[in-house]
T-cell receptor
Framework: GNSVTQMEGPVTLSEEAFLTINCTYTATGYPSLFWYVQYPGEGLQLLLK?????DKGSNKGFEATYRKETTSFHLEKGSVQVSDSAVYFC?????????????FGSGTRLQVQP | NAGVTQTPKFQVLKTGQSMTLQCAQD?????MSWYRQDPGMGLRLIHYSVGAGITDQGEVPNGYNVSRSTTEDFPLRLLSAAPSQTSVYFCASQSGGQGPYGYTFGSGTRLTVV
């Protein structure tokens, strides 16, 4: 079956620090990969996506590259802000099934201190 | 605003009680799904629907029922609440015409079973 593994948090950084959140996956087919963000008290919002190998998704200064050879999709940001404090979820969608379901990692909480 | 609306936002139930979590979307999306979010486990798929009149089980369906009589609504029923169902529940929808990345999530229902 499909699974997603994320680094455990919380990750605590100072403002303007470099961020990396690791994500690796296993999938039976050729998945699409996503990062979602959840701010306190809110639902999940799509942050970025990649649908094929070597694609780079980017949004709001965050980037992640689909690495098929290492089955990874690590999230990076060059300079984090306090407003980036949230929980980040890596997820995949297996296009070979008709379910369109997302398989999520356990989430990584990011805390950015001023 | 267009989107996915979940009600109620908070609910406390006694063991054995039943209730229905409501989910409605006004985007004419074909695909709708229910997830539960538990600490350290990410989001897990409970049930999903690919269109009105069609539902199927996800990863953790036991103790829950769904129906899809209209495109807009996808209620989740707890038949006899148990403490293990204490969780945050998210409803999501997606247009059938989009790729596997156009998910819109509701803001969640926090359920406590005592």
């Amino acid at each position: 079956g499909n699974s997603v593994t994320q680094m455990e948090g919380p990750v605590t950084l100072s403002e303007e620090a470099f961020l990396t959140i690791n994500c690796t996956y296993t999938a039976t087919g050729y998945p699409s990969l996503f990062w979602y963000v959840q701010y306190p008290g809110e639902g999940l919002q799509l942050l970025l996506k990649a649908t094929k190998a070597d694609d780079k998704g980017s949004n709001k200064g965050f980037e992640a590259t689909y690495r098929k050879e290492t089955t990874s999709f690590h999230l990076e940001k060059g300079s984090v802000q306090v407003s980036d404090s949230a929980v980040y979820f890596c997820a995949l969608s297996d296009r070979d099934t008709g379910r369109r379901a997302l398989t999520f990692g356990s989430g990584t909480r990011l805390q950015v201190q001023p | 605003n267009a989107g996915v609306t979940q009600t109620p936002k908070f609910q406390v139930l006694k063991t054995g009680q039943s209730m229905t979590l409501q989910c409605a979307q006004d985007m004419n999306h074909e695909y709708m799904s229910w997830y539960r979010q538990d600490p350290g486990m990410g989001l897990r798929l409970i049930h999903y629907s690919v269109g009105a009149g069609i539902t199927d089980q996800g990863e953790v369906p036991n103790g829950y029922n769904v129906s899809r009589s209209t495109t807009e609504d996808f209620p989740l029923r707890l038949l006899s609440a148990a403490p293990s169902q204490t969780s945050v529940y998210f409803c999501a929808s997606q247009s059938g015409g989009q790729g596997p990345y156009g998910y819109t999530f509701g803001s969640g229902t926090r359920l406590t079973v005592v």
